[in-house]
């Protein structure tokens, strides 16, 4: 689910958040774990890097409606673009 970098199952600001914290927060930062387990999550606009842009495309998608992210969005799915991240767990999907 492209957005949901802290794997609740939904989007929204604590998404941004999180991909703050991954970036920035400190070591004990518990997004930190979290996004490194599903990284194409935390990718929320699909250039195939996690960067302060992501947390800017998820707070425009949920503020000023600037259109749904890149698949996969909304529902739980792989992530067809060639790039370098991956995801080993995603707890929001079986």
Known sequence: ???????DGRLNIADAICALGYL?????DPCKTGV?????????????KVDVADA???LGHLFTQTGPLP?????????????????DIFAACP
């Not at 689910?1 to 794997?7: Q, S, Y």
């Not at 920035?24 to 004990?28: D, H, M, V």
């Not at 490194?36 to 195939?48: I, V």
């Open 1 to 7: 689910k492209r957005g949901d970098t802290n794997a």
């Open 24 to 28: 920035f927060g400190g070591p004990a």
């Open 36 to 48: 490194r387990n599903c990284m194409d999550s935390a990718d929320a606009n699909d250039d195939g």
């Open 56 to 58: 800017i495309k998820i």
């Open 71 to 87: 698949p996969p969005f909304e529902t739980c799915g792989i992530d067809e673009t060639d790039d370098a991240l991956g995801c």
